[in-house]
């Protein structure tokens, strides 16, 4: 079964500093890789999909890099912002259509 | 912009009560999925469904139960509520069975069993 896990779990920066999150997955095999977003006691908000097929994708601030023989993804947040204080998860789909989860990056950006 | 919506953004049930979860998406996505997320567990699948009356067991079905009767509805159903059941249950939708498409997810439902 395909694991996923993110490095570190929690994350404490200061306003303006670019930061890097790590995503490994242990089945290479993977269709698309997705970042998300989770403000506390809310739903997931996607932040970026990366197909297979891809090397990064970019958004704003954020870019997020895919190295599938390595197993490995990471989502760069550059000049960071008190409001960017949030969960971030990573997440691969399984056969069965649906996604397994890392248990996260905790990150807290302070003024 | 895509919309799934939770019936209830927080719920608080007895022991034994049957508890009915509804998820609604309003973008004609043909695969539908409920999750629960408990802390050091991360998300972990319940069930999803793939089309009208149709469903598969997720990595976590014990105690739960679907419903999809409309498209756009999803509803998840606790027969007999468990206080091992208190946990946030979110709701996502995807636009086809590609593996390619993007899940969307709803506001989550915060499940308290007393």
């Known amino acids: 079964k395909q694991e996923v896990t993110q490095i570190p779990a929690a994350l404490s920066v200061p306003e303006g500093e670019n930061l890097v999150l790590n995503c490994s997955f242990t089945?290479?095999?993977?269709?698309?890789l997705q970042w998300f977003r989770q403000d506390p006691g809310k739903g997931l908000t996607s932040l970026l999909l990366?197909?297979?097929?891809?090397r990064e994708q970019t958004s704003g601030r954020l870019n997020a890099s895919l190295d599938k023989s390595s197993g490995r993804s990471t989502l760069y947040i550059a000049a960071s912002q008190p409001g960017d204080s949030a969960t971030y998860l990573c997440?691969?789909?399984?056969?069965?259509?649906?996604?397994?989860f890392g248990k996260g990056t905790s990150l807290l950006v302070t003024p | 912009d895509v919309k799934v919506t939770q019936s209830s953004r927080y719920l608080v049930k007895r022991t034994g009560e049957k508890v009915f979860l509804e998820c609604v998406q309003d973008?004609?996505?043909?695969?539908m999925f409920w999750y629960r997320q408990d802390p050091g567990l991360g998300l972990r699948l319940i069930y999803f469904?793939?089309?009208?009356?149709?469903?598969e067991k997720g990595d976590i079905p014990e105690g739960y139960s679907v419903s999809r009767e409309k498209k756009e509805r999803f509803s998840l159903i606790l027969e007999s509520a468990s206080t091992n059941q208190t946990s946030m249950y979110l709701c996502?939708?995807?636009?086809?069975?590609?593996?390619?498409?993007?899940?969307?997810f709803g506001p989550g439902t915060r499940l308290t069993v007393l």
């Open positions: 996502a939708s995807s636009r086809t069975a590609l593996l390619t498409d993007t899940q969307y």
């Open positions: 089945d290479s095999a993977i269709y698309n």
């Open positions: 990366i197909q297979s097929s891809q």
């Open positions: 997440a691969v789909p399984n056969s069965g259509y649906a996604l397994n």
């Open positions: 973008m004609d996505h043909e695969n």
């Open positions: 469904s793939y089309d009208v009356k149709m469903k």
